[in-house]
């Protein structure tokens, strides 16, 4: 017995949000500002549409994790490929995607 795909499913890999291409990124300093953190995706060619990092509400620092949204898929691959793994304020951050399936 063998299983067609439907023309209206959804290919397994990477999964673009309603607004973007959305990458997730740990081991962020909690030292950290945002346009430092944007500036390690820009300083690689990457250009981020939007940045959203979560704080403490009682210290205001950064917890350690952010989502950033590109425009396009090959910018999205490009920040993981050249992020991942690049050291920031001590820390050695991880850039994955997102959302798969």
């Known amino acids: 017995m063998s299983y067609e795909r439907s023309p209206h499913e959804t290919p397994k890999g990477p999964q673009r949000s309603a607004e973007g291409w959305v990458v997730f990124v740990t081991s962020i300093s909690p030292h950290s500002h945002e346009e430092e953190v944007e500036d390690i995706f820009l300083d690689e060619g990457c250009n981020p549409t939007k940045l959203i990092l979560d704080r ?25 490929k050249e992020c991942n793994g690049k050291e920031h304020l001590g820390s050695e951050i991880q850039v994955n995607w997102a959302f798969t399936k």
Do not use: N, P, V
Request: glycine share 8%.
């Open 56 to 80: 403490d509400r009682k210290t205001g620092m950064l917890l350690g994790y952010a989502l950033i949204e590109f425009e396009s898929k090959e910018d999205a691959e490009r920040a993981i």
